[in-house]
Antibody
Framework: QLQLQESGPGLVKPSDTLSLTCTVS??????????WGWIRQPPGKGLEWIGS???????YYNATLKSRITISADTSENQFSLKMSSVTAADTAVYYC??????????????????WGQGTMVTVSS | EIVLTQSPGTLSLSPGERVTLSCRAS???????LAWYQQKPGQAPRLLIY???SRATGIPDRFSGSGSGTDFTLTITRLEPEDFAVYYC?????????FGQGTKLEIK
């Protein structure tokens, strides 16, 4: 059974770079029809897609965040990661790593997020 | 960019009741690429429905989805105590993937 687990600092200073890693267990990130990515949820608020990447490096970002984020996959470690630069208090949120199981690709991979990590709270504060 | 609006914001119901949640898109969602998720406090969202009407693995048949174009619904035929949660719709037909603001289902 495929499982995802986020790891990384829970506290980041304003203007610094947030770095998170998601470890995939029970399966491989090279498995077919899968994109790996991140979704966040500010306290008490809704869900925001950040970006998703295939293991080959085909990456799709939310345009509102694109200038600040990098998503990459490491097949040797069966992990993928998120880096978000120049963080502010508005980036305080629970960050979830996710698998997108796509039905087709038409401009973007089109599929629902069928597997989620448990989430990790990241607070941006000095 | 597609905006999803869910209604109502909160619903107070009793176990055993039937409920229908609404999700309206600001423009047509390609090929009914619409999903529903359930989120309980302190937990990650769980996929319930994809493709507007297909149940995800392990989801009980009391959950059903329908709709196309701009109007979609999630129906729970007989509420169980564990169904009281927040429900989100999400479109994945075009970028950026977008979520609705959620409907909270609370026990009356």
């Amino acid at each position: 059974q495929l499982q995802l687990q986020e790891s990384g600092p829970g506290l980041v200073k304003p203007s610094d770079t947030l770095s998170l890693t998601c470890t995939v267990s029970g399966g491989s990130i090279t498995s077919g029809r899968s994109f790996w990515g991140w979704i966040r949820q500010p306290p008490g608020k809704g869900l925001e897609w950040i970006g998703s990447s295939s293991y080959r490096g085909n990456i799709y970002y939310n345009a509102t965040l694109k200038s600040r984020i990098t998503i990459s996959a490491d097949t040797s470690e069966n992990q993928f990661s998120l880096k978000m630069s120049s963080v502010t208090a508005a980036d305080t949120a629970v960050y979830y790593c996710t698998r997108l199981r796509y039905e087709d690709v038409w401009g973007i991979p089109r599929g629902a997020f069928d597997i989620w990590g448990q989430g990790t709270m990241v607070t941006v504060s000095s | 960019e597609i905006v999803l609006t869910q209604s109502p914001g909160t619903l107070s119901l009793s176990p055993g009741e039937r409920v229908t949640l609404s999700c309206r898109a600001s423009q047509s969602v390609d090929s009914s690429y619409l999903a529903w998720y359930q989120q309980k406090p302190g937990q990650a969202p769980r996929l319930l429905i994809y493709g507007a009407s297909s149940r995800a693995t392990g989801i009980p048949d009391r959950f059903s989805g329908s709709g196309s174009g701009t109007d979609f619904t999630l129906t729970i035929t007989r509420l169980e105590p564990e169904d009281f949660a927040v429900y989100y719709c999400q479109q994945y037909g075009s970028s950026p993937y977008a979520f609705g603001q959620g409907t909270k289902l609370e026990i009356k």
